[in-house]
């Protein structure tokens, strides 16, 4: 059975660290194409951040979080992370990770994509 599952979510003040991961089971993960999304209360649901499989060495992130944050993958315990710092209020949103093909990592629907729970993030001002 294939399973994502988000850790790492929770309340922080403006200007905190946190560390999100999703850890994937019945994937053969080093070839998924993997990427971080978040959405809001009344807002669209948008790309945060996508790395390349298998070495993760390409990535790309939305305008609002480059220079914050930084996606990774562990290949060897089949998790992806999300390093977030420098946070804001307006982070603030559940964010999920999913697995899809590279172009529909981009688009906020992720068409054919498999989603995870989510996990909440609350940045406080």
């Known amino acids: 059975q294939r399973q994502l599952m988000e850790s790492g979510g929770g309340s922080v003040q403006a200007g905190g660290s946190l560390r999100l991961s999703c850890a994937a089971s019945?994937?053969?993960?080093?070839?998924?194409?993997m990427g971080w999304f978040r959405q809001a209360p009344g807002k669209e649901r948008e790309m945060v951040a996508r790395i390349s499989s298998p070495s993760g060495r390409t990535t790309s992130y939305a305008n609002s979080v480059k220079g914050r944050f930084t996606i990774s993958r562990d290949n060897a315990k089949n998790t992806l992370s999300l390093q977030m710092n420098s946070l804001k209020p307006e982070d603030t949103a559940m964010y999920y990770c999913?697995?899809?093909?590279?172009?529909?990592?981009?688009?906020?629907?992720?068409?054919?994509?498999?989603w995870g729970q989510g996990t909440q993030v609350t940045v406080s001002s």
């Open positions: 019945g994937y053969e993960f080093s070839r998924q194409y």
């Open positions: 999913a697995i899809g093909r590279w172009d529909s990592l981009l688009l906020p629907v992720c068409p054919g994509c498999d």
